[in-house]
């Protein structure tokens, strides 16, 4: 597949803080919304953008790597998203870091609705070597 | 109708929250960003390959969500939704057939230009009693929400 093949295998001391993706848009669709609240049995989430994992999405669409692990996550509420309204989102490194030998890096995002209305920051930290998660709590 | 008027005191407790994990509800978490592929999430043998885990485990995003929603039902969400943050780390797996149970407790609050940012401390625990996830949330509230003694 031509998208796989332009993917560019992570050299985790190579990626640059500071690299900024493509934007990336996405209509919300009630239906999206809808479903997000079954799951999250919340009839009243306001923030079903939380599910789109919009911060790592073009990490992901551009580096190949042996998978993440979530070891941190933050959410800024500006606004929330309407049904119907074109999201789009500007996501990039925000930061790298060695922890206990272990690899992370910070991904952040920031979306805004085709109004130009803010809606959201999320910061992630993923630790790159996920197969941790197995060997410390496998069982 | 008037303004509630709330006091904030350092040490106040949040409302806990307590949800119960499953995998369906995992799978419509996951599916509901159009994503329908397995995971780690979602597929056993996924989260053997990625993980080494026996099973699949929640994402810490539920959790996050989670987080958000003890902390909008406490502060409202004409407040919450448009002012508030959580920032979670996660500590262990949650794993369908979990019940985990959110806690919070107001940290400090701050002077800001358009109110006050009461923090609160988050911690989450699972059915073991074990610490899946701690961290902190804010929301800035309006100084209409707050006795004239506080502003």
């Not at chain 1, 911060?55 to 669409?61: A, H, L």
Request: proline share 4%; hydrophobic share 35%.
């Amino acid at each position: 597949m031509a998208e796989a093949e332009n993917k560019i295998e992570l050299d985790w001391d190579a990626l640059e803080v500071g690299e900024t993706f493509e934007k990336f848009e996405y209509l919300l669709t009630q239906e999206m919304i809808d479903t997000y609240r079954k799951g999250v049995m919340d009839s009243e989430a306001s923030f079903p953008t939380i599910a789109h994992k919009v911060d790592v999405r073009q990490y992901n669409d551009r580096y190949t790597d042996a998978g993440s692990v979530n070891a941190r996550c933050a959410f800024h509420c500006y606004n929330p998203p309407t049904a119907g309204k074109k999201l789009i989102v500007t996501a990039w490194i925000a930061d790298k870091y060695l922890r206990r030998g272990k690899n992370y890096i910070v991904t952040e995002a920031v979306s805004v609705d085709e109004d130009g209305k803010l809606i959201d920051r999320v910061i992630t930290h993923e630790l790159k070597q996920p197969s941790e998660v197995g060997k410390k709590w496998g069982g | 109708m008037g303004r509630v008027i709330r006091n904030y005191e350092d040490g106040d407790d949040i409302t806990p929250l307590v949800k119960k994990m499953t995998q369906e509800a995992i799978n419509l978490f996951e599916g509901s960003s159009g994503h329908t592929g397995p995971s780690q999430f979602t597929d056993e043998a996924a989260a053997k390959e990625v993980l080494g885990t026996e099973g699949t485990l929640a994402s810490g995003r539920m959790s996050l969500t989670f987080a958000i929603e003890m902390l909008r039902r406490h502060f409202g969400p004409e407040v919450f939704n448009h002012t508030g943050t959580v920032d979670l780390r996660f500590l262990r797996p949650v794993r369908p057939g979990d019940t985990v149970t959110f806690t919070g407790k107001v940290s400090g609050t701050t002077k800001e230009a358009n109110g006050s940012r009461v923090s609160v401390d988050i911690e989450v625990t699972n059915q073991k009693g074990n610490t899946t996830g701690v961290g902190q949330g804010s929301a800035i509230v309006p100084n209409a929400f707050l006795p004239p003694e506080d502003l």
